[in-house]
Structures are given as structure tokens and as C-alpha cells.
């Protein structure tokens, strides 16, 4: 048998402009841009990852490793920062993470079911969708992820002012004044004031959904598409990070 050494074959690219290796004082000037839209999906073609000495080696003794992502794009050369990992995506795009809708659509789905369920609605949240809201937040479960949806401040505000409502009721019911002639019942007065205030919002809140002009099922189901978005723009940007982890190294001139 014959024993035969085979020397490995190292490759090296090199990134050149023009014929000659790209600088590192021209690199500096390259945009800094996301290749991703938003939907995840990368834009144009990734040619590579750089190492900045400077930059990769101090933030990955702190837990922050990385690639300098070099890509192109509509004819012109641009770099990206993006961290290496799924589970250090962007908040919204960690796979399996919570999300936050950043659009509207959560607070104008809210806005309706608050109406309804001041009106004596069950539809949603079982009727208790006041109780329900923490840190101006509503947690919920859709498409098995867990949605933080915002309150509007006109949710709140009628939030408060129906507390304040009951809250006045209560202590005008638990001790009864007899009416006297020439002096006031400040417990009815308070009554009426908290519940001037609640009306007020009320109106606040239905001028904000008559001017959408849709209806509870349908934000409901733009809410949901919205989710269903968000858990694609996450299988994409998975997808591209594995994408990347493939990409060649490139080595730039002095």
C-alpha cells in the first residue's frame, strides 16, 4: 500500500474594485443598510462577510459575535451588521419569541373590543377585557404566539374613568345620606361628575372607531394576518442567517 500526503488547498477572495483590492478607507465609506425588507426576505445578492479586527474580536469576547455582511443591491455595494445566532435576531423575529405589533392594527382591534365590551359584549377576552390589561398591554395567544397587544390612550382613559365611576357608586350606595333641604349630597355629585367623565370617554372612544368604519371581526382578522406575517418574516430570517454562516470570508486591501 502506498501512503500518499495531499496538501490542503486554502482559498482566499478578495473583494476588488475596479481591478484593484477594495481599501479598507473605501470600505468605511460603503452604506450601512439592512439587505432585509420587511418581510425578512434578503434584497439583492450577499457577496461575503468581513472581519473587522477592531469591531468583531472586542465584541465577541462580550458576547456580541457577529458578521459584517457585504452585499449588493440595486447596483451598489452596502454592509450590514448582523448578529450571529437566532436567538439574537431582532425582538420581534426571535422563532418562538413574543411579539409586538408595531402597526396599528393591535390598538384598533382593542379599541373596538373596549367599546363592545362597555356595551355588554362577550365576544372577545369573555367580557373581561378591562380586567385583562397590565402595563397598558393585553397578553394573548394567536397562531401559537404569544401577542403583547398596546391599549390606546383612549382605552385607558376609559379604563380609568370607569373605575372611578364604580368606585363612586360604591361609596355613594355603602352609606346612605338622607337628602336635607339647602344642603349637598356630595356622594350623588361625585357619582354624577365620575360618570359625566366616563360618557366623555366613551364618545372619544366611538368617534376613533366610526372613523375607521370596520368592524371587531375584521381588525380581528387583519390582526391575524398581521401574526402569520411576523412568523414568516421569522422563517426568513432564520433561512438568510443560515444563508450567511455559508458566505466566504473576504479580505480587503490596507
Not at 14 to 27: E, F, L, P
Not at 50 to 62: E, F, R
Not at 148 to 177: F, I, Q
Request: hydrophobic letters at 40%; a neutral charge.
Amino acid at each position: 500500500m502506498e501512503l500518499v500526503l495531499e496538501e490542503p488547498t486554502v482559498t482566499i477572495k478578495v473583494v476588488s474594485v475596479g481591478g484593484k483590492r477594495m481599501s479598507k478607507a473605501i470600505y468605511g465609506q460603503l452604506p450601512r443598510r439592512s439587505p432585509f425588507d420587511h418581510g425578512s426576505t434578503v434584497r439583492g445578492r450577499l457577496w461575503g462577510v468581513v472581519v473587522d479586527p477592531k469591531c468583531c474580536h472586542v465584541m465577541h469576547a462580550k458576547n456580541w459575535a457577529h458578521w459584517h455582511v457585504l452585499y449588493e443591491c440595486d447596483r451598489e455595494l452596502a454592509v450590514w451588521f448582523l448578529r450571529q445566532e437566532a436567538r439574537n435576531a431582532p425582538y420581534n423575529l426571535i422563532t418562538g419569541g413574543p411579539y409586538e405589533p408595531r402597526s396599528r392594527v393591535d390598538r384598533e382591534f382593542i379599541d373596538a373590543c373596549a367599546l363592545e365590551t362597555h356595551q355588554g359584549s362577550t365576544g372577545f377576552f369573555e367580557g373581561r377585557l378591562f380586567d385583562l390589561i397590565s402595563d397598558d398591554q393585553i397578553a394573548v395567544t394567536i397562531e401559537d404566539t404569544k401577542v403583547y397587544l398596546s391599549c390606546s390612550a383612549a382605552v385607558l382613559k376609559l379604563r380609568t374613568t370607569r373605575k372611578e365611576h364604580h368606585a363612586a357608586a360604591e361609596r355613594a350606595g355603602s352609606w346612605p345620606v338622607p337628602a336635607r333641604p339647602n344642603f349637598p349630597d356630595f356622594r350623588a355629585e361625585a357619582v354624577a361628575t365620575a360618570e359625566k367623565e366616563r360618557d366623555a370617554a366613551v364618545e372619544a372612544l366611538e368617534r376613533l372607531c366610526d372613523q375607521r368604519e370596520r368592524n371587531v371581526h375584521d381588525l380581528y382578522a387583519d390582526l391575524v394576518a398581521d401574526v402569520r406575517r411576523i412568523k414568516q418574516a421569522r422563517e426568513n430570517y432564520a433561512a438568510a442567517l443560515q444563508t450567511v454562516e455559508r458566505l466566504p470570508q473576504l479580505f480587503l486591501g490596507a
